[in-house]
Each structure stands twice: as C-alpha cells, then as structure tokens.
C-alpha cells in the first residue's frame, strides 16, 4: 500500500511528471533553435553546456532574475495573472497524454475534450494578457490573437475528433490502444494529419502564423509589455505548448508509445522528435502571411478538408 | 475607430531614426506624417571648414552602405570645377566599385525585406551571400565599408591581374545565387502574398512624384543616370535598363535582383576591358570659383551634388540630396490604403536610408529668402518653441 504512494509520487513529481516535462520542454526549445539554425544557414545555442543544450535553462534563469515592470497604465490583476495561468494552463494538458505504456496520468472518458477546451482558454488568456498592457502594439497584438483563434480552432478540433471517431472513444488514452492494435491513424486520415499540423502551427504563433506577435509589424505584440518573470513564465509556456502539440499529434495520429514499460518512452522520443522535426521544418520554410490570408485560408481550405476527413470515416468506415 | 500608431524613430522594423505616423483604421493606413530630422548631422555645415581633399573622406560617411556612389559624384562636382581629365583605367576602375557596391546593397536590401516579412531563412542566405561581395571589395580596398577608392583625379588603388581571377571565380558563385532568388521570389507562395499588389506607385505618380531609381524602375520609368547621362564607363559599356511594370514592392524586389545580374555582367565586361595606364592624375589643392553639379547612379537611386567654389582650399557651399529624399513622398504615396501588416514592407521597398537624406534650409515662404542660421540661432529659436509650447 505505501509502495503504490511513492510509486505514484515518483510517477507524478519525477518521470514522466514534472521533472521530465519541464526537461523536456526546455530541451525541445533546444532542438527546436538548433533545426531551425541549422536550416537557416546559422549555428544556433553553442557556448552554455555542449553544444549549448543548457542554453534555453540558462535564458529562463536569467529572465526570472531581470527587472519587473507593471505599465502604470496596466489592468494591474489580470496583467500579473495571466503569465501564471497560461503556465499552468499550459502543463495541466500534459498530464492526459500517455508517455510510459498506453495509460496517461490522468485518463478519463473525454479528456480529449478538456485538451480542446484548455487549448482554446490559452489563446483567450493570450487576448486578455494583451488586452490588460493597454499598450498600442499589444491591443493590436491581442485584437489579432482573437481573430486567430477564429480561423484555426474549428479545423483544429474536427481534426482532433477524427481519431476519437475512428476509435470510438474520447479518451486518449484509449484512442492510444486502438491504435497499437490496429493502424496508425496517419495511414487512415493523412488529411486530418496535414490540418492538425497547420492549425497547431497557427495556435503555437509560429512562422508562418506568427501574426499576433509579429516583430517587425508590431514589435513583439501581445507580449511587449511583459519582462522579468512574466516573460520567463510565458517563455516557458510557450514551449509546454510546443511539447503538447507535438505530444497531440504522436498521441491522436502516430500510436503513441507501445511495448513494455522500459522501451515504450524510447519509442515516445523518438516519435516525438519526428514531430518536432517537422513543425521546426515549417517554421523555417515561409515568410509571415498576414492575418487576413490566415482567415480566408482557414476558411477556405483547412475547414472544409476537416468536415471532408471526417465524412470520409463515417461513410467509409476507416 | 482611427487610431494614431507610431512607427519610429526607434522601432524594431525600422532600423532607420525616421518617424511615421500613422493613422490606422480596422489595420488600413488612412493617412500618414512623415518626420525627419532625428539624425540630422550638419555635413554640408563641415564642409565648409574643410579643404577639398579632406572632403573626399567626409562625402564617404554620408551613408554607410552606397558610400562609394556619394565620393564619386563628389570627385566627379570637383574634377569638372577644376576641368580634370582622369586616366581611362581609373574610369573603369570607379565604374567596378560602383558595381560592387550596387550589388553588396542589393544583396543587403533583400535580406532586410525578407525579415519585414517574417522570411528569416531568406534574411539569413541572403546575408551569407552578400559576404562573397563584402570580402572581395575588402581585398580590392582594404576595407569592408568606406572603401577610400575614388579621390580627385582618379582612383587610389589599382586592380592588378591576380584579383581579377579570384574575383571571377566570386562572380560566378554571385551569379548563380542571383539566379536561385530569382526562383524564389517568383515561386514561393508566401513571398507573392506579401508582395505582389503591395504599396502600389502607378507611373504617373512616380513621375510626378520624381521617383528615382529602383523605385522608378518598377514603374515602369527607365530612369537611370548610368545611362541617360554616363558618367565614369558607362558609356563605353553596354548594359539594359531593368525596368517592371508591377508597380509593386514584388517589382521593385525584380528590379534589384535582376540588376544584380546586371551588374556582375558590367563588372565581367569592365574587367576585360580595363585598358592599360596610370589610375591618377595630380590634383591642385585650390579650386578656381564656380558651381558644378554631378549626377551619379547610387544603389537606391540618383545622389545630386552640388558644389560652389570661391577660389580658395575650401567650398563655399556643398549640397548633396541623396536619393531616400527624393522618394519620400513616393513612399508616403505608396502607403496610402495599406494594411498595417504590410507597412515595413513597403518602407522597407524604397530602401530607405535616413542619415544619407537629413539636410535643413531655411526658406522664408513670403519673401522665398534663404535665411543662414548658426548654431546660436537654432539654440534660440529651440527655447523659444518649447518655452512656448510648454509655457515654461
């Protein structure tokens, strides 16, 4: 009985809880940077640890010690709220997703749900952050996030439910063991992998969708007015995210993890890492559309291709 | 609901200390101020303390990119006051560097275009490239920018045999590279989305508005010093006038790629061609009076200076307009009806270069008398507009 608590501590404080998310999200940022320098000609992190692995902790240390500045003119509560819940908010999701065998954390029916809707509280907080900096750029920065949100939420979660169709299930977890005994669902609903991969690039405020921070338009947008701790807290908010979306699309379209318990996180990595290849690929591919184009694309294209995809499992049967 | 926006005069996208104002209505430019006068260095004012030697050095710190285009037309306004015939190998010889110098801005330009548009993969390749030129101009001059190569009376350093073989072989890696944007920019669909149909300048604007140079050119206007008034040897090249009709900031990044290959082309000609002689003549140190003007084909456009003599060591009068001036109400055209996303874009098009364009003259509007002011005077009349202003 006491061996199962501290079992259950170590799953939730050490691997795969807290310890090895936080791990892996600052050594996401890592490989994220180096890919992307790599294919724009540059080296990337090089001089804090090998290779500059430590390069994204040694950023957030220095972060969390630089100075604080709340704008006078700031909505002061939500201003200071807003980086703690979008971290928060950012890990909590993390906890559904299966990473040793084929049993999350946390697993229920319908936490495929509470994911989607988690996801879409993350992009409100976005706005509501810009919003309090009642600064010009960051108004027009938020203003632009909600306007995202309009275009990449719809294809996102038809694209989400088409695993859960084809599984029959709402839980990850479970849309996890169908897979491993049947097909993967890249080979069933390619479609469905292409528009998550774009919507969650559009949610992760990457190139080429990173309209509402924009650098050389408006500044940094919804972020300008944040510094010092804000900033770190947001920072690595940003790369939970990433870790999430890449973890969303191993779960939900390339089986997850499989095999006994001491192999099953290798296969994870491995998957995981393919993911993040390839949304590290896209970032470096394209110059920033503008948010007009996102709209019209979105609604043009990616929501019709969802409906389509899902059509395609309810007629067909796959 | 308008609201004021202002772009400047330090501002990320805006590497220039220039400010706009923009007033924006649901993300749409409604209307737009100018305002200079940030980095205003008081050059011509120096000028006339200086005698006309030193002066070559100062025109080449007007602007750090085109340094070479403005010691040219300055040497060019000097040599025809004091009626100086320079050696045919020091014509060439200037017409490379200039050629040079046109293709290391342009490479720089595309770079800086493709960062305003959030391509930083086509900032970075495109910087690498412009290293190739930046390296071989290094080994012709010994410097990276201010190359020092054009004085009164010819060029300062010669190009012997081996460096015109080590700068073929940089060429031809320019050239192919030239070629590889030239397939970029016309296919990539992310590029077109944020170009083409851009900050539209229609010809007739252009011309009324005096475009010059790239800016023009993608209007369709063939206007280009190097061939409608040769200086240096560009009359004994031959080369085309790269002209677009897009009128857009897609024509206006044709223009420039397509010069470059232009340029590597006048660079291979002028090289085979260098004839044999010595790379200057002796210049006096007075200059007997008069006024001269030179007109010279820099990278961003036409740079005009002017020059008045009084028979001394020093100038009595120096002007210089550089080409950023001149398209400035092209520009302000230009933004008219943008979206506020496409802004840097668009500036970014003229490739404007602030410093090069801060010159002040008084002008009294009722009597259209130049007033002089010295120091004291601006200092006076500062205190009063604030004291006015603030009522201190």
């Known amino acids: 009985m006491v061996s199962e608590e501290i079992w259950a501590l170590i799953q939730i404080f050490l691997f795969p809880g807290f310890f090895f998310l936080f791990f892996l999200a600052f050594f996401t940022e890592w490989v994220d940077r180096k890919i992307v320098a790599k294919f724009q000609n540059r080296y990337g992190p090089l001089h804090v640890g090998p290779k500059g692995v ?19 003119m700031a909505d002061k509560v939500p201003f200071n709220l807003m980086p703690v819940l979008l971290l928060s908010l950012a890990i909590t999701p993390l906890f559904c997703i299966p990473i040793v065998g084929s049993n999350a954390l946390v697993s229920f029916e319908g936490d495929l749900i509470v994911i989607m809707f988690i996801m879409s509280l993350i992009a409100v907080l976005v706005f509501i952050g810009g919003w309090a900096s009642t600064n010009r750029f960051s108004t027009i920065g938020s203003i632009r996030a909600g306007l995202q949100l309009f275009a990449y ?5 038809l694209a989400m439910i088409g695993p859960a169709i084809a599984a029959g299930s709402l839980s990850i977890s479970k849309i996890v063991d169908w897979q491993i005994h049947g097909f993967w669902n890249l080979f069933i609903q390619p479609v469905g992998f292409a528009v998550l991969t774009i919507s969650l690039m559009a949610h992760l405020q990457r190139v080429p969708f990173d309209i509402p921070e924009a650098e050389s338009e408006i500044v940094s947008g919804w972020i300008v007015e944040f510094s010092g701790k804000k900033l770190a807290l947001i920072r690595l908010a940003k790369d939970f995210e990433f870790v999430l979306a890449s973890a969303l699309i191993v779960s939900l379209f390339l089986g997850g993890p499989y095999g006994p318990w001491y192999i099953s996180p290798i296969i994870y990595l491995a998957k995981f890492f393919i993911c993040v290849f390839i949304l590290s690929n896209l970032r470096a591919a394209f110059a920033r559309y503008r948010i007009d184009h996102l709209l019209a694309g979105a609604w043009k294209y990616l929501t019709p291709l969802a409906l389509l995809q899902i059509f395609l499992i309810k007629v067909l049967g796959v | 609901m308008t609201f004021e926006i202002p772009f400047g005069p330090q501002h990320p996208a805006l590497e220039e200390p220039i400010n706009f104002m923009f007033e924006i209505e649901e993300e749409r430019v409604v209307n737009v101020k100018p305002r200079l006068g940030y980095v205003h260095r008081g050059i011509e004012k120096i000028a006339e303390n200086r005698n006309y030697q030193q002066l ?36 060439f010889i200037r017409t490379i560097v200039a050629e040079m110098e046109r293709i290391q801005n342009h490479y720089l330009w595309l770079g800086l275009t493709a960062k305003e548009m959030g391509f930083e993969t086509l900032f970075m ?3 690498r490239d ?13 410097k990276r920018v201010n190359y020092g190569m054009s004085t009164i009376g010819g060029v300062r350093r010669d190009i012997p045999e081996p460096m015109i073989k080590r700068m073929e072989e940089s060429l031809n890696h320019l050239e192919a590279r030239a070629e590889y944007y030239t397939k970029v920019c016309t296919k990539d669909p992310s590029i077109l989305k944020r170009t083409v149909g851009i900050g539209i300048l229609r010809p007739r604007e252009a011309r009324a508005l005096c475009a010059v140079g790239p800016t023009a050119r993608a209007s369709g206007i063939p206007r280009d010093v190097r061939a409608d008034e040769p200086y240096a040897a560009y009359g004994e090249i031959p080369f085309k006038v790269v002209t677009y009709r897009g009128c857009d900031v897609a024509s206006r990044m044709y223009v420039r790629i397509d010069e470059i290959k232009e340029s590597i082309k006048i660079i291979r000609y002028a090289l085979k061609n260098m004839p044999e002689g010595p790379i200057r003549v002796k210049a ?3 200059v007997p009076e008069g006024e001269a003007i030179s007109r010279v084909e820099a990278p961003r456009g036409e740079n005009l200076h002017f020059l008045k003599s009084n028979g001394t060591d020093k100038p009595e009068r120096w002007k210089i307009r550089a080409p950023t001036l001149a398209n400035l109400l092209s520009l302000c055209r230009m933004l008219m009806g943008v979206n506020l996303a496409d802004i840097p874009v668009v500036i970014a098009g003229i490739d404007p270069c602030i410093a090069c364009a801060e010159r002040i003259a008084l002008i009294d509007a009722k009597t259209k008398k130049l007033k002089v002011w010295e120091g004291k005077d601006l200092w006076r009349y500062a205190n009063e507009w604030y004291r006015k202003r603030y009522g201190l």
Not at chain 2, 61 to 72: E, K, P, Q, T, V
């Open chain 2, 284 to 286: 006096p140190m007075r």
């Open chain 2, 56 to 91: 070559v050095y100062l025109s080449e710190r007007i602007c750090g990119i085109c340094s070479f285009a403005h010691a040219l037309c300055y040497s060019q306004v000097v040599e025809e006051l004091l009626d100086l015939k320079i050696p045919e190998r020091a014509k």
């Open chain 2, 130 to 142: 412009r290293e190739t030129i930046i390296e071989m101009l290094d080994m012709i001059s010994g």
């Open chain 1, 153 to 157: 939420e719809i294809p996102m979660n």
């Open chain 2, 125 to 127: 390749y495109a910087w």
């Open chain 1, 54 to 72: 430590l390069q994204p902790i040694a950023d957030f240390i220095k972060l969390l010690s630089k100075e604080d500045i709340t704008p006078r």
